[in-house]
């Protein structure tokens, strides 16, 4: 049973809750950025319908008071009965990892294409917020970064799938107001993926490509009050919106700070982009033996060898009303204090 209080508290965003139409329907409400929004959702006497493979392992959000509706992206039938009646559908879920592109596509193309036919069959829901990612813009070229309307040009499967499934949502124009976020690197509590850096720098030794790379980051509450901001603020809808702090992080100074949030001193060591390439290829293979919790794939390794994963966030930011944020170093702060009350570190 989940006994923290939630990270976003429902009383510091009480104009965006009291926007939102319930009943709230959410995909991915178990997982990293999910949990922490049921959380301030049920926190604030809502009772989201969260879609779930199996209710007897709710992970981050046992105990919460929500409405389980078992099921998956890929069974109609679940997610007809997950909108049926709903006011807010907040789509979350996704494919972060995977041995090939069907995969990517399955699971965030399709997977959003079923639950959008559903919407569209639905004659309750009022507002669609699909949490998207930077990946489907792509990289940058510049430091300032890729802005919503700049020309997506993804590089990864990963990317691919989730711009395909953009272009998915983009049919409910003149049905269902919709909105598109598109966060960056996310961090924080209950993270697995940024988590490796800790992880790394916990051992004193945190290896990343070499040459001059910038990125923007985002931390999770920070990046649950957007996605409230979408669900029940003001913002115009059929737009898509940038996440993230404003200014973007040189990645060798960003680990630096990272490991001085924890108190820890790590040699930062820069590898040729060959040595991580060929660490993707390996990792892929190992998904295709089964070995799904490797990190490092062909497609994670063409996404961390590419030049700036920046993103120009600040005309977004003051549209969804979202004036203030967490700084990288604060949050790595708290990201360490949890995970090592988790026992997760050292």
């Given at each position: 049973?989940?006994?923290?209080?939630?990270?976003?508290?429902?009383?510091?965003?009480?104009?965006?809750?009291?926007?939102?139409?319930?009943?709230?329907?959410?995909?991915?409400?178990?997982?990293?950025?999910?949990?922490?929004?049921?959380?301030?959702?049920?926190?604030?006497?809502?009772?989201?319908?969260?879609?779930?493979?199996?209710?007897?392992?709710?992970?981050?959000?046992?105990?919460?008071?929500?409405?389980?509706?078992?099921?998956?992206?890929?069974?109609?039938?679940?997610?007809?009965?997950?909108?049926?009646?709903?006011?807010?559908?907040?789509?979350?879920?996704?494919?972060?990892?995977a041995g090939s592109d069907a995969?990517?596509?399955?699971?965030?193309?399709?997977?959003?294409?079923?639950?959008?036919?559903?919407?569209?069959?639905?004659?309750?829901?009022?507002?669609f917020v699909y949490v998207s990612?930077?990946?489907?813009?792509?990289?940058?070229?510049?430091?300032?970064?890729?802005?919503?309307?700049?020309?997506?040009?993804?590089?990864?499967?990963?990317?691919?799938?989730?711009?395909?499934?953009?272009?998915?949502?983009?049919?409910?124009?003149?049905?269902?107001?919709?909105?598109?976020?598109?966060?960056?690197?996310?961090?924080?509590?209950?993270?697995?993926?940024?988590?490796?850096?800790?992880?790394?720098?916990?051992?004193?030794?945190?290896?990343?490509?070499?040459?001059?790379?910038?990125?923007?980051?985002?931390?999770?509450?920070?990046?649950?009050?957007?996605?409230?901001?979408?669900?029940?603020?003001?913002?115009?809808?059929?737009?898509?919106y940038h996440l993230g702090e404003?200014?973007?992080?040189?990645?060798?100074?960003?680990?630096?700070?990272?490991?001085?949030?924890?108190?820890?001193?790590?040699?930062?060591?820069?590898?040729?982009?060959?040595?991580?390439?060929?660490?993707?290829?390996?990792?892929?293979?190992?998904?295709?033996?089964?070995?799904?919790?490797?990190?490092?794939?062909?497609?994670?390794?063409?996404?961390?060898?590419?030049?700036?994963?920046?993103?120009?966030?600040?005309?977004?930011?003051?549209?969804?009303?979202?004036?203030?944020?967490?700084?990288?170093?604060?949050?790595?702060?708290?990201?360490?204090?949890?995970?090592?009350?988790?026992?997760?570190?050292?």
């Amino acid at each position: 049973m989940a006994t923290d209080p939630p990270l976003v508290p429902p009383a510091s965003v009480a104009d965006r809750l009291e926007g939102i139409r319930a009943p709230v329907a959410l995909t991915g409400g178990t997982g990293f950025v999910g949990s922490h929004l049921v959380e301030t959702l049920c926190g604030a006497g809502l009772r989201p319908r969260v879609l779930v493979r199996n209710p007897r392992t709710p992970r981050w959000i046992a105990g919460q008071p929500v409405e389980w509706i078992p099921g998956s992206l890929d069974e109609q039938e679940a997610l007809e009965r997950l909108v049926a009646g709903a006011g807010t559908v907040i789509h979350l879920a996704g494919v972060l990892r995977a041995g090939s592109d069907a995969e990517f596509e399955r699971g965030n193309r399709e997977g959003t294409r079923s639950l959008v036919r559903a919407v569209e069959r639905s004659a309750s829901v009022r507002r669609f917020v699909y949490v998207s990612s930077l990946a489907a813009a792509g990289p940058s070229s510049s430091i300032e970064g890729v802005g919503p309307d700049v020309e997506p040009r993804p590089i990864s499967a990963y990317g691919r799938s989730k711009l395909a499934a953009e272009n998915v949502v983009r049919r409910l124009d003149g049905k269902v107001p919709w909105l598109i976020l598109r966060p960056p690197a996310i961090y924080g509590p209950r993270d697995t993926d940024v988590f490796q850096f800790f992880r790394l720098a916990a051992s004193h030794f945190i290896p990343i490509p070499a040459g001059d790379r910038w990125l923007t980051v985002a931390y999770v509450a920070d990046v649950v009050r957007a996605v409230l901001a979408a669900a029940g603020g003001d913002a115009p809808v059929g737009r898509i919106y940038h996440l993230g702090e404003p200014e973007p992080y040189r990645l060798a100074a960003m680990v630096r700070l990272l490991a001085a949030a924890g108190g820890v001193r790590a040699k930062v060591v820069p590898l040729p982009a060959s040595v991580l390439t060929l660490a993707g290829r390996i990792g892929s293979g190992l998904h295709g033996l089964g070995m799904h919790r490797v990190a490092m794939t062909r497609d994670k390794a063409r996404e961390l060898t590419a030049r700036h994963w920046t993103a120009a966030t600040r005309e977004s930011l003051e549209t969804l009303r979202l004036s203030e944020w967490v700084d990288f170093s604060d949050g790595a702060a708290l990201s360490w204090a949890w995970y090592r009350v988790q026992g997760w570190l050292g």
